[in-house]
C-alpha cells in the first residue's frame, strides 16, 4: 500500500494506491475517521465486478451501504441522472452527515462526485477509481462535472474527496482499449513534468500493458505524484494546472468534431500530443529528435483510431466551443523538453487553424486505405 | 454609501449599502476590477423597475449588458429554471471569464448564484437584493441553492459573490409585507447577536416600516454586520452560523406545512420566534419579561398570519424533513439572554412534539374566529 498525500491545507486528502484496496476500504476508511456506512455510486457492470468485495468490507466496518447504480457511459452523465441520484439520495434519507463512496471510472467519479458537491452544498465523498484513467487522471484534483447536450463538463464544480481508494486490481478486469487509454495520459503527465516517468515508460511498457503489478503500481503512483503536485500549486486551474491540459486542447476538439463516438478520451488526447509536438515543432519548441522520440512513445502504447474523415473545419468549430479557449487570448500548451511543460499565449488563430489543416492531410495521406 | 467587509480571507468582499446605489453599480464595479459586463440575471418584475437604472450604468463603465428574465416567485427556484440560465448562458457565448450580476430578492440571488457556482466549475458574481429579506439575510454568506420536490435548498453550493449592492431606495418599491418579512429576519438577527439593535428596532419601528431613508439604512447596515460576523467565523455552517437558524426550524416546517403558500419566509420566521421563546421558556432559558418583550417586537412588526387549520403532525412530519434536523441530536437555537443565542443539543423528540401540540393548541385557541 502505497500513500500519496494531496496537500490542499484543510481540504487534504491521501490517495491510496494497491493491490486488492477494494477488499479493505471498510477498514481503511474507518481509520480515516468515518463512522457510518457510505451511500454507494456505480454502474451496473463495475458493481457486478467489484460490489460484493467492497460491500463486504463496508459491512464489517459500518454495516449495510446502500447502491445507487447509474447507466454505464458517457451519455448517463447528464442532468438526468443527476436528479436520479438526489432523488435516491432523498429516498434513503441522506443528510448532511452522509457521505457518497464513487466506484467506477471517470464518469461514475465525475457525477457522484458533482452529487455531493451539490446535495444539501456538499457532503464528503471518497473516490474508488476502477480504471486506469480515473486512478491516474480524474480521481485527483477534485474536478467533477457533468455534461450537457451544448458541450461537456460545462456544469461542475471543485470538491475534492476525502480521500481515493485506487486498487491496482481493479485494472486486470479492463479492456485493453481502456488500459491504454489511461495510459495516453500517463504518457501527458510524464512529457509535461517527469523525464524520469517517461524512461520508466519507455523501458516497461510491455509490462505495464500487461498489467504486471508491480510496473503498473509504479506507474499509478507517479502519476498521481505528478497530478498531486499540480494540483497543489493551482487547485482551481487559475495558472499552472493548465499544463495538466496538454495534448486537451486538439484532444476535446478531435472528441467533440466525431461526437464522441470514435475516440477514447485518452486515445484524442493521444493525437492531441502529437498535433501540439508537431505544431510545437514549427513554432521552434523542442528539437526533432526528442519530438521523434515521445511521438514513438505514444505510438507503441496502441494502435490510435484514424483521423480519416475529421475536416478541419469540424476540429474548428470544436474548438472555438471548448470552453478553455478563450478567443482573445489563445493559450496551448507545449512542451520546452521532455518532462517540462510551457503555457504559450496569444496563439493566432489563423496559423493554427493552417496548421491544423496541414496536420490532418498529413495524417490522413500517410494513413494505409481502408 | 456605507461599506462592510465580508471578511472571508481570499473570498472576501464588500457589501455596499446606499440610497440609489444601481445607478452607480457600473462604476462601482469597475472599481471592483470587473473589466467587461456581465450578464444580468433578474425577473421581469424587478427588471421593469431598477433594470433601467442598472443597465444604463453598466453601459457606461463596460457596454451592454445582457440579460436572462426568470419567473417570479419561489416555484421557479427550480432544476427546469436553472437549466434555461445555462442554456442562456451558453447561446451568450459566457465563458470562465464572464461574470453574473443577480438583480432581485432571494429567489434570483439562490438560483442565480447557484448557477454562478455550477456554471464551468464556478463563475464569479454579484448580488444585488433589491428586497429587505435579501439585504439583511440571502445576500451575505455565499448560501445558494435551488429546490427539488422534496424539498427546499435541497440542492446548493457556498459560493461568496464578489461583492453586494444594497440599494436602500429599492426597498421603498417593496410591498409592505415583503418589507414586514424582511423586518423579521432582522429582528432575528438582532435577538441572536445584538441587543442594542433589538433596542433600535424597538424604539425606530415606525420610521423603519415607513422605510425613512436613515433608519432603514441603519438597519440593514446593522443586520449586514451581524451576518457577516457569524459568517467569518464559521462560513461552511458547522457550528457558530447555526445561530442564524434561530426561529427557523419551526418556521421552516410551518413553511413546508403549508405548501409554502400560507407564510412569507419571514412571517414564518416570526412565528418560530415565539415557539422557540415559549419553548425556550418551558426549559428555563430567558426569563418572562425578556420573553414577552421579544414576542411584543415581533408582533409590533406586522399580523402573522393565523396558525389556524394547521395540525401537529403536519408540522412533525414537516420538522423530521428537515435537512438540518438530524434525527440522532437535534438541535435547536434559543436565547440565553436578548442578543445572545445559545445552541442546545439533545432535544428531546416527544419532550418537542408535546410543545408544538401545547403552542398550536393555545394560539389557535386564542385567535380570533374568522
Known sequence: LKTIHVELKDRRYPVFVGQGLLGHAGSLLRRRGFAAAPVIITNRRVFRLHGPAVLQSLDKAFGRAPVIKIGDGERFKDHSTLLKIYKALIRLHAN??????????????????????TFMRGIPWVMAPTTLLSQVDSSVGGKVAINVAEGKNLIGAFHQPSAVLSDTNALRTLPKRELRSGLYEVVRSAAIQSEPLLCYLERKLPGILSVRSREIE?????????????????????????????????????????????????????????????????????????????????????????????????????????????????????????????????????????????????????????
Chains 1, 2 share one sequence.
Do not use: C
Open 96 to 117: 448532511r452527515k452522509s457521505w457518497i463512496l464513487a466506484l467506477g471510472g471517470g464518469v461514475v467519479g465525475d457525477i457522484a462526485g458533482y452529487a455531493a458537491a
Open 218 to 370: 509504479h506507474v499509478v503512483v507517479e502519476a498521481v505524484r505528478i497530478k498531486a503536485a499540480v494540483v497543489e500549486s493551482d487547485e482551481r486551474e487559475s495558472g499552472l494546472r493548465m499544463i495538466l491540459n496538454y495534448g486537451h486542447t486538439i484532444g476535446h476538439a478531435l472528441e467533440a468534431a466525431t461526437d464522441y463516438k470514435k475516440f477514447k478520451h485518452g486515445e484524442a488526447v493521444g493525437w492531441g500530443m502529437i498535433a501540439a509536438l508537431e505544431y510545437g515543432s514549427e513554432l521552434g519548441l523542442l528539437g526533432v529528435d526528442q519530438k521523434a522520440q515521445l511521438i514513438q512513445l505514444i505510438q507503441r502504447v496502441g494502435p490510435l483510431p484514424s483521423l480519416r474523415g475529421i475536416s478541419v473545419e469540424s476540429l474548428w468549430d470544436s474548438l472555438m466551443l471548448d470552453k478553455k479557449f478563450s478567443s482573445a487570448d489563445i493559450r496551448m500548451v507545449f512542451l520546452r523538453k521532455l518532462g517540462q511543460a510551457e503555457i504559450r499565449t496569444r496563439i493566432e488563430p489563423a496559423s493554427l487553424r493552417k496548421f491544423l489543416q496541414r496536420f490532418l492531410n498529413h495524417q490522413q495521406r500517410s494513413e494505409p486505405r481502408p
